[in-house]
């Protein structure tokens, strides 16, 4: 049978504890995803009597990373905001949650992706890197993640016959294949006939591969198939994204003069594109007691702006030649929340950048561009590089 990817979900959710999976329950609309699981396996080199390169594979260093794609409607991109950056203490009511993000160690969460009939779950995960920019006048985020482990699929260890109330999975993957697996879960249990059985669980037990569920009748011999069971998706309230249409950019010398200047159109730049990226430069490192990375940290953290507008003067040449600090903020406006008249809105603040390329390149019968790229840098009299506010109708605690 063959699988249709349009009908997949991306699913997310927030950890109590980092690298402990819970069960994603806010779906949000996909672009694109491109997460995989890289094991590493090498060819087995020890030297064993034979003339070929070898006659087994070994096992590496696993990793799980790869993007994640979405428009930037308020609500989900709190999301991805909270899995890159420390959200601060949420303010407002149903007329209007403000949620503050600064650089930070920022939250891990349980994501699900829709594979055909089955669910890869990762668990523990953050955001490496976080791109936002407009693609045909869409605000589209880009989150290239990491993770600590993941569940998708496994084997049988013991064969199942007659009415069972729990199972065991194969440590062939891992010492602990139960990992990623919660009470609640849906599981597929292929049995003897090649047809699945559904179970739910009851328990997932502490020694890392026993699961119990009610009380059903499968005969399964050992290495018969075991996937988690994608979940039915359930969308409520999706908005537009952010439009950059309804976005106003400033640039002024200080971060104050560059919000001020984005408070209207007449004050604002007209960019013809604007991006930016935030980088975390995530520690994703294997240690003793984990063939997964243990855990993801922050390390050096980095951002770079790039925009598109058009050439008037030389003054940003100079401001390029010259190592120049600007500000510049952007704040996009969204959809109507309520009756009060409350818009879901983005402000990013860049309280201090200065252009690395300025580029002003002539071709015939075109106007002529500065095509820009500015490294974000620390702002000593701000205190920061960076502040993020996002304005939405989710309640804190949900993230």
Known sequence: MNYLGSKSYLAMIPEVTAGVALKPTTFCPLVSESIKSMLNYNADRRMKGLDWKSDDLLL???KHEGDIVIYSDGDNLGHLLNMTYLKGSTTGDSDGYTHPFTVGSPKSYTIEIQKGPYAQRYFGVKADQLKAEFVDQKMQITASIKATGQFSASALKEALSGSVTSLKLSSAYD???TAGLVAGDVITVVGDDGNGVD??????????ETLTFASTAITGAIGNRVYLKAQTPSYTGIVDPFFLGDTLIGVGADSTSATTNAGAKST????YSFAFTLKNNLLDASASGSKDPLQLLPQTREAEVTTRRLFETPEQHLAWLNSTKQAITMISTGEEMTTAGTHESLSVKFHKVKLTTNEENLEVDSLIFDTQTFEVLYDSSDGSAIEISLVNKTAGTAY
Request: aromatic share 0%.
């Open 60 to 62: 590496g260093d696993r």
């Open 268 to 271: 604002a730049t007209g960019m």
């Open 199 to 208: 179970l739910t669980l009851l328990t997932v037990d502490a020694d890392g």
């Open 175 to 177: 010492l602990k294949p």
